[in-house]
């Protein structure tokens, strides 16, 4: 299987989805092909020897050939004409803006290809942790605690500490906790230059975390395994950065077969028919044996292949396993009735 491998993107996770793409080298055993977006949302095939970090921060993959999006292909110039860039899917490993925010999403749908990753729906959902905390309630998922605000309301926090989340960020950026008044303008300050909006929730010191990811093949899920993540006080940026290069296995939770159940069972409902076509991840709290969700990762780091057994299958077996997009056939019926009664 031949599996175009699109990233960068114009994002601030930009150099860690690179990083993600770098990674896919180690685990998957398919042909790959990787294509870049730059940040003027430039597209160039990257040769697999080429792939490395520098190749990007020094401009060299401008050396590159570049694509051009079509129906049904990316092509790029060849002696006689335009050459398609031979791929059976498109995996979007583009973290952050354009790869989790939809617009990669529609794109691949106008244009026909067949990709793994998150629908312009479940996008929606997914990359705005606002609207991600109504889905959650709406499919009966518990979340903890929060305040949605703009950068024009009054803010007025009562008990310490809390933690200040930009709303459309992901990998921990401009994400702080605060632990007195004193703190907070500052943290504030930080969160509204990524976004416009933040949330802020309780910080509970302590809390347990747990980490699942998953898909749905031919309508049954397939789990990786739980894995409670190795932290200080939360997961920061660099740690997280680091994380996005992972390839070897991560460590099983050692929990109760009656947890295990319980988050599973709220990976479905998050899941449900919403993120069909992707492989997700989804982070969990545990307080008093009660299930929390933190977030949804729809494209989560390195595709967290480090959870599963066999990663090369499940990828391979949900590219086999798209869902099909509705054909829609347009016959014009209405509008030739209406010329027909006016005669016309």
Same mark, same amino acid.
């Given at each position: 299987?031949?599996?175009?491998?699109?990233?960068?993107?114009?994002?601030?996770?930009?150099?860690?989805?690179?990083?993600?793409?770098?990674?896919?080298?180690?685990?998957?055993?398919?042909?790959?092909?990787?294509?870049?977006?730059?940040?003027?949302?430039?597209?160039?095939?990257? *040769?697999?020897?080429?792939?490395?970090?520098?190749?990007?921060?020094?401009?060299?993959?401008? =050396?590159?050939?570049?694509?051009?999006?079509?129906?049904?292909?990316?092509?790029?110039?060849?002696?006689?004409?335009?050459?398609?860039?031979?791929?059976?899917?498109?995996?979007?490993?583009?973290?952050?803006?354009?790869?989790?925010?939809?617009?990669?999403?529609?794109?691949?749908?106008?244009?026909?290809? *067949?990709?793994?990753? *998150?629908?312009?729906?479940?996008?929606?959902?997914?990359?705005?942790? %606002?609207?991600?905390?109504? &889905?959650?309630?709406?499919?009966?998922?518990?979340?903890?605690?929060?305040?949605? &605000?703009?950068?024009?309301?009054?803010?007025?926090?009562?008990?310490?500490?809390?933690?200040?989340?930009?709303?459309?960020?992901?990998?921990?950026?401009?994400?702080?906790?605060? =632990?007195?008044?004193?703190?907070?303008?500052?943290?504030?300050?930080?969160?509204?230059?990524?976004?416009?909006?933040?949330?802020?929730?309780? %910080?509970?010191?302590?809390?347990?975390?747990?980490?699942?990811?998953?898909?749905?093949?031919?309508?049954?899920?397939?789990?990786?395994?739980?894995?409670?993540?190795?932290?200080?006080?939360?997961?920061?940026?660099?740690?997280?950065?680091?994380?996005?290069?992972?390839?070897?296995?991560?460590?099983?939770?050692?929990?109760?077969?009656?947890?295990?159940?319980?988050?599973?069972?709220?990976?479905?409902?998050?899941?449900?028919?919403?993120?069909?076509?992707?492989?997700?991840?989804?982070?969990?709290?545990?307080?008093?044996?009660?299930?929390?969700?933190?977030?949804?990762?729809?494209? *989560?780091?390195?595709?967290?292949?480090?959870?599963?057994?066999?990663?090369?299958?499940?990828?391979?077996?949900?590219?086999?396993?798209?869902?099909?997009?509705?054909?829609?056939?347009?016959?014009?019926?209405?509008?030739?009735?209406?010329?027909?009664?006016?005669?016309?």
């Amino acid at each position: 299987m031949k599996i175009g491998i699109v990233f960068g993107g114009k994002s601030y996770e930009h150099e860690i989805s690179i990083v993600s793409a770098i990674a896919m080298k180690d685990v998957l055993k398919e042909e790959l092909i990787y294509i870049f977006c730059d940040q003027n949302r430039d597209f160039y095939h990257i *040769p697999n020897n080429t792939m490395k970090s520098k190749l990007f921060s020094t401009g060299e993959y401008k =050396k590159c050939d570049a694509l051009t999006l079509k129906k049904g292909n990316f092509t790029k110039k060849a002696m006689f004409g335009d050459k398609n860039l031979e791929v059976d899917v498109i995996l979007n490993i583009t973290h952050g803006g354009d790869g989790e925010d939809g617009l990669f999403a529609s794109m691949f749908e106008f244009y026909n290809l *067949p990709y793994i990753g *998150p629908r312009k729906g479940a996008c929606s959902v997914s990359f705005n942790k %606002f609207l991600t905390k109504g &889905y959650s309630h709406s499919v009966d998922v518990k979340t903890i605690q929060y305040k949605y &605000y703009t950068k024009n309301d009054s803010i007025n926090v009562v008990q310490y500490p809390v933690i200040i989340k930009p709303v459309t960020l992901g990998s921990s950026i401009g994400v702080s906790i605060v =632990k007195t008044p004193e703190e907070l303008e500052y943290s504030l300050d930080v969160a509204f230059e990524f976004d416009d909006a933040i949330i802020i929730e309780p %910080f509970i010191n302590g809390i347990k975390e747990y980490n699942l990811a998953g898909t749905k093949i031919n309508g049954e899920f397939t789990f990786s395994i739980i894995e409670e993540p190795q932290k200080a006080e939360f997961l920061d940026f660099d740690k997280k950065y680091l994380d996005f290069a992972r390839t070897s296995t991560a460590l099983k939770a050692d929990i109760s077969e009656e947890l295990q159940v319980k988050i599973k069972e709220s990976f479905k409902k998050i899941y449900n028919t919403q993120f069909d076509g992707a492989l997700i991840r989804c982070d969990f709290f545990v307080q008093d044996n009660e299930v929390y969700l933190n977030e949804i990762n729809p494209i *989560p780091g390195s595709m967290a292949n480090y959870l599963f057994e066999d990663f090369n299958n499940t990828l391979t077996s949900l590219a086999k396993a798209l869902p099909k997009t509705k054909d829609i056939k347009i016959t014009y019926d209405y509008v030739n009735k209406i010329q027909a009664s006016k005669g016309k």
